[in-house]
């Protein structure tokens, strides 16, 4: 087996793998990086990101006011030292950006332009018309290519961390081209593989958000924080699941039930407004906006159409002129995909799987509990999002967070490059035996990689989905139990080594039944309603108890040990959430 | 409600055949089924060895081009019905080494993408205290066309000067290069210009305009390369007319 070494390794080409990795040349040129990715990185999922990146910008806005948004957003379970810091770097984040090249929107005299959002009490959320991410990832991997310290294994799929003597060394990676495994060692990982948003049927995102990156961290020991906290977002299209942004919403659209009426007015979310109001109505958070959903289709409210029960978003009164400067890539996905103008008709959208709150546990500095493994992004938990994630604060998160995750693991690397220990190769020849044994033992097995995944994707939607109860979640807890089993006989028709998309696939399913289960067991002993996780069994908060961070630890036999480690409280002592209201 | 619908898909796996092969596969298409929908329910339920690629399903990170009846398109954004009836045809995106199956190598674009310097290029940085770069709506209008490139391959795909021409930089490489040379905050056209003006940079097109028909951007990669030939051009003619003026 073949050895690579770098001084880092950084797992994901995404905005927080990139950020990062630009992170470490600038700090320190001599540290060579490797970035391992499943995908080129311009496919990254950061690329489907469309409203913006939340920095304080205007005169009138302050720090401590995107702070507070962003803490009561998160039903108060932030950790308020790593939100300040958070708002105070996020400004010249998106000004390093700017100097990148990044085509942020412009007001007429050139300054930046921002825009409102939902949870925000002010507009202060930057965006490149309604495809941010899509030019933020760009901008980030064009400007990554003038650093001649990186190396790009691009769709080289990571399988295992090696860890000895409690500290991570590196990983084993396969190249998919060859189906080649290699032992890569490094000073230190870090880990920017993204989301797990598969693990439902119903999401935003990307086929490859298979929460690789938390898997692999909960096998080597790094605990996964604050997974019950799944986030779905109010508005995506019916049958793909493709994410409406909220822009449209900050933009002056509004959702209508299926008489046409402004239904949020009836959950205490404000009262109705032709023009747009922050913090109310349509620009609430997205928790709420997504509960109330379920409450309005309860009531019989909703539309039923071949593809479940929808709303609709309307933003016809909007104009051609507006929507095709500030969202044209919503009007692009409607004719495209529902094969509607939004300029005339209404879109018919329905909460959908969007961003994983929860991920693995890591400091203001992206440090893990596993010396030498560092993680930033959407695979992540810091935690800055708290119980619920403000819209425009995630790309924000992968720079801040990406950068510092960079800079703390080029400091703790300059020690040196890691070096290929016996105990560390062992390690990834018996990782190579695994993934041998992997394509040889399915010969004969009785079960399809589709088959189980499916059925994982049925569980968690019944199980854990916008409303939970101890009920829901047991009994899919037991599905997901078998489905580990049964995952032991699971048979692939491809026994090739070249590109084997169905033994990454297999390996994928592997991961998203160990974040399945982490997400179902923080959520079972969660016994409190707090952001996204409503509990109907426990519909209260309950911050005597619960103030605090779910840790979710793997144990031998594969099932989760849940403990707890309290939240950070600096200036902002728990308190209500008021929207639709003038917040003073 | 569905509809039968015959798909030839192209096979190359390289450990059992040395030429690509054709396979058929029958599949109860969806009317709102795009041509991906297709061959997930061919690798999910029917063969799964069916390899290509796909990540974001909403025609934004450019993984899922392929030829379909012979045209480079993204699968996740063309509908079975838009290219019924009769057998639908998906085949590797031509122009580029096949790994397997429907997975073609698309290194030698990654490789070309860098040697042209796409990253804004200063004499001098402003410090990030001092804010940002001002740049007006009709500055941002200058190359924002040209940065809404997904790296899809179509347009490589549709170049008949690409598959004759190994070194030719390509639309989508050239709509790059010419993205950064007209963002107002960028200084570095004169370097690009060593490696555009070059025989395999710009000179090697012969304005088939295939490439701007295929993108499902509106890139316009062709107008790029024209826009810039007459750079180079009057370029040249003041490096004829005033030699002392440097280049």
């Known amino acids: ?584 | 409600m569905t509809e039968p619908v015959t798909f030839e898909i192209q096979r190359y796996r390289p450990e059992v055949e040395d030429e690509p092969t054709w396979e058929s596969f029958e599949v109860p298409c969806r009317p709102e089924w795009m041509i991906l929908d297709a061959l997930n329910h061919i690798k999910d339920h029917v063969d799964g060895s069916l390899s290509y690629r796909w990540a974001c399903r909403m025609g934004v990170c450019g993984s899922c081009g392929m030829l379909v009846n012979g045209e480079p398109v993204l699968t996740c954004a063309t509908y079975v019905t838009s290219v019924l009836p009769g057998t639908v045809r998906v085949e590797p995106l031509r122009g580029f080494p096949v790994i397997r199956d429907l997975v073609g190598d698309i290194t030698d674009f990654v490789r070309k993408l860098e040697r042209v310097k796409p990253w804004i290029v200063r004499e001098s940085e402003k410090p990030l205290e001092e804010g940002e770069y001002l740049q007006t709506p009709e500055d941002l209008g200058e190359y924002k066309q040209y940065s809404m490139c997904i790296n899809c391959m179509l347009c490589y795909s549709a170049c008949p000067i690409y598959e004759l021409e190994p070194d030719f930089l390509g639309p989508a490489v050239i709509a790059l290069a010419q993205r950064y040379n007209l963002d107002s905050r960028d200084e570095g056209s004169q370097e690009r210009m060593d490696i555009l003006s070059r025989q395999e940079g710009i000179w090697s097109c012969t304005f088939v305009g295939e490439c701007s028909t295929v993108c499902p951007k509106n890139v316009d990669p062709a107008g790029a390369i024209q826009r810039y030939k007459v750079t180079a051009t009057v370029d040249w003619f003041k490096s004829l007319l005033m030699p002392w003026a440097g280049r």
């Not at chain 1, 986030?231 to 409406?244: D, E, M, S, V, W």
């Not at chain 1, 974040?515 to 911050?543: F, I, K």
């Open chain 1, 1 to 584: 087996m073949e050895t690579i070494s770098h001084d880092i390794l950084v797992v994901g080409g995404g905005g927080a793998g990139l950020r990062a990795a630009i992170a470490v040349s600038e700090t320190s040129p001599d540290l060579s990086i490797g970035i391992v990715s499943k995908v080129y990185p311009m496919r990254s999922h950061t690329v489907a990101a469309e409203g913006g990146a939340a920095a304080v910008v205007k005169p009138e806005d302050s720090l401590e006011a995107h702070a507070y948004d962003t803490i009561s957003g998160g039903d108060w379970l932030c950790d308020q030292d790593a939100v300040e810091a958070f708002v105070t770097e996020a400004p010249e984040e998106m000004i390093r950006l700017e100097h990148w090249g990044c085509p942020w929107s412009r007001q007429p005299d050139g300054h930046i332009a921002v825009r409102p959002f939902g949870g925000m009490k002010l507009e202060r959320t930057w965006h490149a018309a309604d495809k941010t991410g899509f030019h933020l990832l760009h901008t980030l991997y064009q400007t990554s290519l003038k650093y001649g310290s990186v190396t790009y294994y691009d769709e080289w799929f990571v399988t295992r961390l090696l860890v000895d003597e409690g500290r991570c060394r590196g990983l084993v990676a396969i190249e998919m081209a060859s189906g080649r495994p290699y032992a890569m060692v490094a000073g230190a990982v870090i880990m920017c593989a993204g989301g797990a948003g598969r693990v439902y049927p119903f999401t935003t995102n990307a086929n490859i958000k298979t929460g690789d990156g938390m898997a692999l961290a909960y096998r080597a020991g790094g605990p996964l924080k604050d997974m019950e906290f799944v986030q779905f977002h109010p508005t995506g299209l019916p049958f793909t699941g493709i994410l409406i942004t909220e822009a449209a919403r900050a933009e002056g659209g509004w959702l209508l039930n299926k008489e046409g009426y402004r239904y949020l007015q009836d959950y205490d979310l404000g009262v109705p407004n032709p023009e747009p109001v922050k913090l109310s109505m349509e620009l609430g958070p997205r928790d709420r906006l997504s509960q109330a959903f379920v409450k309005e289709m309860e009531k019989g409210r909703t539309i039923e159409t071949p593809h479940g029960h929808v709303v609709h978003l309307d933003i016809r009164h909007l104009g051609a002129k507006v929507i095709d400067t500030e969202l044209p890539f919503v009007r692009e996905l409607c004719l495209k995909y529902e094969n509607l103008d939004p300029v005339k008709e209404l879109i018919p959208v329905r909460p959908v799987v969007h961003y994983m709150m929860g991920g693995v546990h890591t400091d203001m500095h992206g440090s893990t509990p596993l010396p030498g493994l560092y993680a930033a992004g959407e695979v992540a938990c810091v935690n800055i999002n708290g119980a619920n994630r403000l819209g425009s604060n995630s790309l924000t998160e992968l720079l801040v967070f990406g950068a510092r995750a960079g800079r703390a693991a080029a400091e703790f690397a300059a020690g040196g490059a890691g070096s290929a220990n016996g105990a560390v190769l062992a390690q990834a020849l018996d990782e190579e035996r695994r993934l041998q044994a992997t394509l040889v033992d399915s010969e004969g097995g009785r079960e399809r990689v589709s088959g189980l995944r499916n059925e994982m994707q049925a569980a968690m939607d019944e199980g854990a989905g916008i409303y939970r109860s101890a009920e829901g979640l047991e009994s899919a807890i037991s599905t997901i139990r078998e489905l580990q089993e049964r995952y032991g006989d699971v048979a692939l028709d491809d026994r090739s080594r070249t590109f084997n998309t169905e033994l990454v696939a297999s390996l994928e399913l592997a991961n998203l039944l160990d974040v399945a289960e982490a997400v179902l067991h923080s959520a079972l002993n969660r016994t409190e309603s707090r952001g996204a996780h409503q509990r109907t069994d426990h519909p209260d908060r309950d911050d005597e108890r619960l103030l605090s961070h779910s840790l979710a630890f793997r144990t031998e036999d594969g099932v989760p040990r849940i403990e707890y480690d309290p939240v950070t409280i600096t200036r902002w002592p728990p308190g209500k959430r008021v929207y639709g209201k003038q917040v003073s």
